[in-house]
Structure formats: C-alpha cells, structure tokens
C-alpha cells in the first residue's frame, strides 16, 4: 500500500516571491510520482510528472519538483509565483504493480499582493 | 478537440432519488476512473474500468454504481443508499497500464448537492 502527506494544508505567499509546497510519500515499490493543480470548481491540470529518469522535472506554469528516492520525496517549486497561482495542488503517487493513483490531502496555495 | 467532458456541472438530488452523472472521453482511452472529492480533502476512488464491459470497486464504491458499455462513456450513478453523497465528483481517464497509462487526465467535475 502506499500513502502521500501534503505537510502543509495552506500556503499564503506574496506574489513574486518563491515557494516550496511539500510532498512525501511511502511506498515499498517503485513509484511514479504527479503534481496537479485544481482552479475553484474545476477539475484537475497535471502540471507536471516523474516517470523515470532525470530527477529534476519542468511542468508548465515554471513549476518544478525534484524527486528524492532516499527522503521519499517530490517537493514542488516555483521560483516567483503570480496571484493567477492561487489554487489547491495535489500530489499523487501510482505503484508500477497498478494503474491506481493516491492523492494526498491537497495545499492551498494563496498568493497575495 | 479532445478532452474529457462530465455534465450536468451542478446537480440536485432529493431523498430516495437515484442520479446518474456523465462522462464521456474522446481520448481513446481505455480506462477510466471515478473520484470522489470532499472540501478539504484529496480525491478517493469510488470504481474504475480498465476495459470496456469490466469494472472495479475502488475505495469506497459503496453506495455506488457504473457500467461501461461503451469506451467512449463511464457513467455514474450515485443510489439512495449513499447518504452522504454531496461532494464534487471527478471523472479521468489514462491509456491501458500495459501502453505505459502512467497518467490519468480530468473532467471539469460535477458537483452534486442534497436537496
């Protein structure tokens, strides 16, 4: 079975400045890993995902996240974020045994003036 | 244009009453999915199907039913016996795991309200 924290439930930063939203997972098989984001009332936009390879992975909007097989880790960054940011972001994790994907609780990330 | 449609966007259910939400895919897809979101928290699985004709219980299918007669379309239908059904409701769907179907994509989402 495996599992996907969101540490933090709400993110207000000001606009233009960086942010970090936090995911870990737990897992006993090798992952995939995903960032959405999710507008009021809308449904889910992959942002970006970790299928294999470089660690290091680009997603649209200037979002980036870097997977840490050792901290079970996929931090997502932005390194100057604009109030159209402002949505809940998921993380989510899917097991190479299935196709079933396990989301975390969602950060609401609020960007202010 | 291809995507991934759910309609209606708002529904209103009363006591007893059984509802049907849709969703229709012109991706070609093979699988599709049904979650469950409730304010504040993550998505749950409620069924998915991998192929047409063939169906699986997720996490809490419960009070829940689907078909799947054809690929194109994974209807919803939320019964009488869910009682605590009002949330947002989300469809996705991905190519076939054995196609490398790592990534599911989303619907607009059907938010469906108690009367």
């Known amino acids: 079975a495996q599992s996907v924290t969101q540490l933090d439930s709400q993110v207000p930063v000001f606009e233009e400045a960086p942010v970090e939203l936090r995911c870990n997972y737990s897992?006993?098989?090798?992952?995939?890993l995903f960032w959405y984001v999710q507008y009021p009332n809308q449904g889910l936009q992959l942002l970006l995902k970790y299928l294999s390879g470089s660690t290091l992975v680009k997603g649209i909007n200037g979002f980036e996240a870097e997977f840490n097989k050792s901290q079970t880790s996929f931090h997502l960054r932005k390194p100057s974020v604009h109030i159209s940011d402002t949505a809940e972001y998921f993380c989510?994790?899917?097991?190479?045994?299935?196709?079933?994907?396990?989301f975390g609780g969602g950060t609401r990330l609020m960007v202010k003036p | 244009d291809g995507g991934i449609t759910q309609s209606p966007k708002y529904l209103f259910r009363k006591e007893g009453q059984n509802v049907t939400l849709s969703c229709e895919q012109n991706l070609n897809h093979d699988a599709m999915y049904w979650y469950r979101q409730d304010p504040g928290q993550g998505l749950r699985l409620i069924y998915y199907s991998q192929i047409v004709n063939d169906f699986q219980k997720g996490d809490i299918a419960e009070g829940y039913s689907v078909s799947r007669e054809k690929k194109e379309s994974f209807p919803l239908t939320v019964t009488s016996a869910q009682k605590n059904p009002t949330a947002f409701y989300l469809c996705?769907?991905?190519?076939?795991?054995?196609?490398?179907?790592?990534?599911?994509?989303f619907g607009p989402g059907t938010r469906l309200l108690v009367l």
């Open positions: 989510a994790v899917r097991g190479n045994a299935g196709n079933m994907l396990t």
């Open positions: 996705a769907s991905s190519i076939a795991l054995q196609a490398g179907g790592q990534t599911q994509y």
């Open positions: 897992s006993s098989v090798s992952v995939y």
